[in-house]
């Protein structure tokens, strides 16, 4: 455990002391098992921003939510997650620690959490994490919407994620999250050795000044929200070419120079490396 002992106590100076050994103890299994690529993609990360994530299996959207916090010394993101994670006894009071959006969309399969599915919601997803953002905090989101343990192959991405950095106007980063046992068995394990690669920063300026022009346009209304929708389809197709490409998945049929399969330690040259 020597070896782990620097990576550890690094400094989380945003974070109280009880709340920084608590974010030390859920690193434990981030420092076993996640190599990391990508850091200096983090630079600049006082300012609000967008981390998008491709989504493979229940614990990642645990340990990488953990890490990316733990790297950026502590600073809160809230997630966009599935209301009934916030149910759960112990880790429902450890994620609304972060302030976390919920979406109501699905029902749980378990009777006594559904029983306490609140009657009232608050306003909608995009709304809130624009909110959030102007208010200069940033916001994680898992574009494909779930669990997607195909290999291969990235699911769709929602639009939501297009919709709030437009409206927003804030950078996205995209993180990709890969395995071990997808590169050599061509599998996503339930927990295995992970490899996250945080990308460069996404902007979209012109297609934000578009998107808020035509919000503020009143005498623009037939097809308004088709055409707002179809914009902010655009860009989580952008996005969600980037996450193919760090995680080393496929995103349909006009993509093929991005559906390569990494190694290990596939990166480009001047990127930093660090294992966590």
């Not at 909110?131 to 905090?137: C, K, Y």
């Not at 669990?147 to 929602?158: A, D, H, S, T």
């Not at 578009?210 to 005498?219: E, F, H, T, V």
Request: charged share 20%; with cysteine; aromatic share 8%.
């Amino acid at each position: 455990m020597k070896q782990y002992g620097g990576k550890f106590f690094r400094p989380l100076p945003l974070l109280s002391r009880r709340r920084s050994l608590l974010l030390r103890l859920l690193m434990i299994p981030n420092f076993l098992l996640t190599r990391v690529y990508g850091l200096e993609n983090l630079s600049g990360s006082e300012s609000a921003r967008i981390y998008a994530f491709n989504h493979n299996n229940s614990l990642e959207a645990l340990m990488v939510p953990v890490l990316l916090i733990y790297l950026l010394g502590g600073r809160i993101i809230s997630f966009v997650i599935d209301w009934m994670y916030g149910k759960i006894p112990i880790l429902g009071s450890v994620i609304n620690m972060t302030d976390p959006v919920y979406v109501y969309h699905k029902r749980s399969t378990l009777p006594w959490i559904e029983a306490r599915r609140p009657s009232h919601v608050a306003s909608d997803t995009v709304e809130q994490c624009s909110e959030r953002l102007l208010a200069g905090r940033s916001i994680g989101i898992f574009p494909e919407g779930k669990r997607n343990r195909n290999p291969g192959y990235l699911v769709r991405g929602k639009p939501g994620i297009g919709h709030i950095a437009l409206h927003s106007g804030v950078a996205v980063v995209p993180v990709g999250i890969d395995f071990n046992c997808r590169i050599t068995k061509g599998k996503i394990p339930l927990i295995g050795r992970t490899i996250v690669r945080i990308g460069r920063p996404m902007h979209f300026p012109y297609h934000t000044a578009a998107y808020l022009a035509l919000i503020a346009d009143r005498s623009y209304q037939s097809n308004k929200q088709s055409e707002l929708h179809r914009m902010a389809a655009d860009v989580t197709h952008e996005i969600m070419l980037s996450l193919a490409e760090l995680s080393g998945k496929r995103y349909g049929e006009s993509c093929p120079v991005k559906s390569i399969i990494f190694s290990e330690t596939t990166i480009e040259t001047k990127e930093q490396t660090c294992q966590v």
